[in-house]
């Protein structure tokens, strides 16, 4: 008989599998609307997570997507604002499902630490390859770069998100908490990707538990 928080795993698990983080977990090929734009932004998205933004060139979007480069034309007047649209669309998509499976914590302290333990599922599934918005930004040397802007957006949506936590927890600084703990995250997203090691979400859990005397 499953204990409540392995349930909890399984489902974290199956929500990031099968709806919210798919560019992230299922196969590159795998398109799952018939929209053309919807399509376009899919295939996009998806080598981009994959390859990086200049590894994407159109002739592979044409290709990949089975699309006319005509038919990615008429929705996106150029390659960045295609690339952009395909940020903007996994920052919506990835916020909901990190948001989704944190919250399934029952008390404030739960879904502090459960912040990590998300993260973690995130990093065993398949095709995990980091931050889409960190490793994009290291292709983009201009701060003002409409990607980095993107990414910097993306960023502080979790940051807000973070510190509505630490308000709920009734820490005394929650802003400045919010900041130490993001840090974390990102810091284990990265250590996950660049050394294959799952359980940075483990460390940077230990580390937030001295941070909220937990």
């Given at each position: ?9 399984d ?16 196969h ?14 899919d295939?996009?998205?998806k ?17 990949t ?5 005509k038919?990615?034309y ?8 295609l690339?952009?649209?395909a ?14 499976e ?41 701060p ?58 483990d460390n ?11």
């Amino acid at each position: 008989m499953h204990s409540h928080a392995e349930r909890g795993n399984d489902l974290s698990k199956n929500l990031l599998t099968k709806e919210n983080d798919r560019s992230t977990v299922r196969h590159m090929n795998e398109i799952t609307s018939n929209d053309t734009r919807d399509i376009i932004l899919d295939v996009t998205e998806k080598l981009i997570y994959k390859s990086g933004i200049a590894a994407t060139g159109m002739d592979l979007l044409v290709k990949t997507a089975g699309v006319s480069r005509k038919s990615i034309y008429r929705y996106f007047a150029n390659k960045e604002e295609l690339t952009v649209a395909a940020l903007q669309r996994r920052d919506v998509r990835w916020m909901h499902w990190y948001r989704s499976e944190v919250d399934q914590a029952e008390t404030p302290a739960d879904r502090l630490l459960n912040l990590f333990t998300v993260l973690k599922a995130w990093f065993a599934s398949e095709g995990f390859r980091g931050c889409a918005f960190i490793n994009t930004s290291g292709e983009t040397g201009d701060p003002s770069d409409p990607v980095r802007l993107v990414a910097k957006d993306h960023k502080q949506k979790l940051l807000d998100y973070v510190c509505e936590l630490c308000t709920e927890h009734g820490a005394t600084d929650p802003e400045t908490l919010a900041k130490q703990l993001l840090i974390l995250i990102d810091g284990a997203i990265t250590v996950a990707l660049v050394m294959g090691d799952h359980s940075a979400a483990d460390n940077a859990q230990c580390m937030a538990r001295k941070l909220l005397d937990l």
